[in-house]
């Protein structure tokens, strides 16, 4: 290109761009010269120059229109290879794709198989490639692969991508938030630098990528993470093939992701199921066992029948209600599967409703060795179910009874106005921190110890019954120090007018008192 002044290159790029005919020209009176452009189907591929440097000849149309026919033949043999290069690139697009999906599909261990895609994606588009796996907390997982003269720089690159902003396209967040697949090159990256606040080093460091692609990860309409390919080849472009290539890779190691997920859920589900029959069992077994050995011994051997003391009335009875108590849960437990959780809604006071359960369950505390005190100062009416608010409290402080034995046991209930809340405290056993949220999963135990009895249902039937009522329960425990379950519970809209009637009720019997 030196040996052309610049008035002749930009003539020349004048003709090169001309699809129809070429020029032949004479430049600065000394030169002839023939300009013609390749082209196939309508496309300029670039351009044929001839050129004369001495004046004993000149062009004329003759070498003219051999240049015009060299220049065809020269776009059809470009076209040809061009064509050849898009079925090859196809070709290993198709293999490449099939290969992924097939590692994939091999096995339930995601991790190990997108490694495995990591590798065989970086031989073809690019030598850092990553699987960015993001959970509903906002963290994230890396996986993926890196060729062997990459590793050092992928070591000193992840702490800074991690912490780029989320419109740097190199960053971590940047791939977590997009919605499409996309590109970028080295002006893109000359662009971003000169926006960053970096360093000399981190700036050099960054300045390393010259290309990249990044396609979310999305399955079932919900985002799993991105799929991130890198690569420090100068001039290196991704072109729209091989993007599409990236974008189908990324959906499928989305699906692979999603069905793992869907795996260990239904894994964890039959766990759960059978722990839960081996406990059910078992808990079913052991009031049945000694009704059995009651009847027994309500007979001699020679058929006398032995009169029924009161004693052995009240085990039959604690039996009997103990049985009912675990069918009762089972039959709880079908109604909010199948969502036929009905609730008959009435002006329930939450404050008496708390009285009448602890009194009910004296002597469930004095076998526990626990005393009981109940705060609730004024009444706390709304629009609730009586039977589903009794159940909620039988159940929590029958917990605090069994995990607090011998240790007191407090239940608080406040108006807060927009609001009822219920509080139950025991100083008991305490909830290790990673079961407080499982306790309240179907078949869930705070302690699997086949001393406390339970299927495992109580908490997650309370908390189905507190949504269907517009409440909450949460738990605050250290293990050793008790457990304190606080229960949240919207007034209906006629609270206004009953609490306030209630109010006045109460006040008025105090001063007949």
């Known amino acids: 290109p030196d040996f ?41 591929l670039g351009a044929m120059t001839f050129v004369i440097a001495g004046e004993s000849r000149r062009y004329d149309q003759r070498d003219f229109e051999l240049a015009l026919d060299l ?15 898009t079925v090859e690139r196809g070709r290993r697009n198709a293999a490449l794709l099939a290969d992924a999906s097939r590692v994939l599909a091999s096995t ?33 997982e890396l996986f993926g692969w890196a060729a062997p003269d990459a590793l050092d720089f ?12 989320a419109h740097a396209p190199v960053g971590v967040r940047h791939a977590l938030s997009l919605q499409s697949v996309e590109s970028f090159g080295e002006k893109d990256v000359v662009d971003l630098l000169a926006r960053l606040p970096l360093s000399d080093d981190e700036r050099a460091l960054l300045g390393e990528v010259c290309a990249g692609i990044t396609a979310p990860m999305v399955s079932r309409g919900k985002s799993v993470g991105a799929f991130v390919v890198r ?7 991704y072109c729209p093939e091989e993007v599409e290539l990236a974008n189908d890779i990324a959906q499928r190691a989305a699906l692979a992701i999603s069905n793992s997920y869907l795996h260990r859920q239904a894994t964890d589900a039959i766990q759960a199921r059978d722990e839960f029959l081996s406990v059910a069992s078992h808990e079913l077994r052991t009031p049945l066992t000694a009704l059995h050995l009651l009847v027994r011994t309500l007979q001699t051997p020679e058929g006398v029948p032995v009169p029924l003391t009161p004693e052995k009335l009240a085990i039959a009875e604690r039996q009997i209600l103990r049985i009912a108590k675990l069918v009762n849960q089972l039959f709880d437990l079908s109604r909010v599967t199948s969502g036929h959780l009905e609730m008959d809604l009435e002006d329930v006071d939450l404050a008496t409703v708390v009285r009448d359960v602890a009194a009910r369950m004296a002597d469930e505390a004095f076998d526990a060795a626990c005393t009981v005190a109940v705060r609730a100062p004024a009444p706390c009416v709304g629009r609730w179910d009586k039977f ?17 034995r011998g240790k007191p046991v ?32 179907r078949f869930s135990r705070a302690n699997p110890d086949r001393r406390y009895e339970g299927l495992g249902l109580g908490l997650y039937i309370i908390k189905q019954i507190l949504e269907a009522l517009g409440g909450t329960i ?19 809209r006629k609270h206004g007018m009953i609490a306030a009637r209630a109010r006045r009720r109460a006040v008025s019997m105090e001063a007949a008192a």
């Not at 589903?388 to 607090?404: C, D, F, M, P, S």
């Not at 949460?474 to 209906?492: N, T």
């Open 388 to 404: 589903r608010l009794e159940q909620i409290v039988t159940n929590l402080l029958a917990n605090a009874l069994k995990y607090g």
């Open 474 to 492: 949460s738990v605050e425990s250290e293990p050793g120090k008790g457990a304190l379950f606080v229960v949240a519970l919207i007034f209906g």
């Open 410 to 441: 407090h239940l608080t209930v406040e108006d807060l106005g927009a609001s009822a809340r219920l509080t139950v405290r025991d100083a008991g056993i305490g909830i290790l921190p990673e079961h407080a949220q499982r306790i309240f999963e």
């Open 154 to 165: 992928v070591q000193r690159i992840r702490p800074l991508v991690n912490r780029l902003p």
């Open 4 to 44: 052309f002044p610049d008035i002749a290159r930009e003539e020349l790029r004048r003709a090169a761009m001309d699809p129809e005919h070429g020029r032949l020209m004479e430049l600065l009176g000394y030169r002839s010269m023939i300009c013609v452009p390749i082209t196939a189907r309508g496309r300029v």
């Open 71 to 85: 220049a065809r033949r020269a776009g059809q043999a470009m076209d040809n290879s061009l064509l050849f290069e």
């Open 231 to 237: 690569t420090r080849k100068k001039g290196r472009r």
């Open 108 to 140: 339930p261990d995601v991790r190990s198989a997108l490694r495995e895609v990591g590798c065989l994606v970086g031989a073809q588009l690019g030598e850092m490639v990553q699987f960015v796996i993001a959970d509903e907390s906002g963290s994230y």
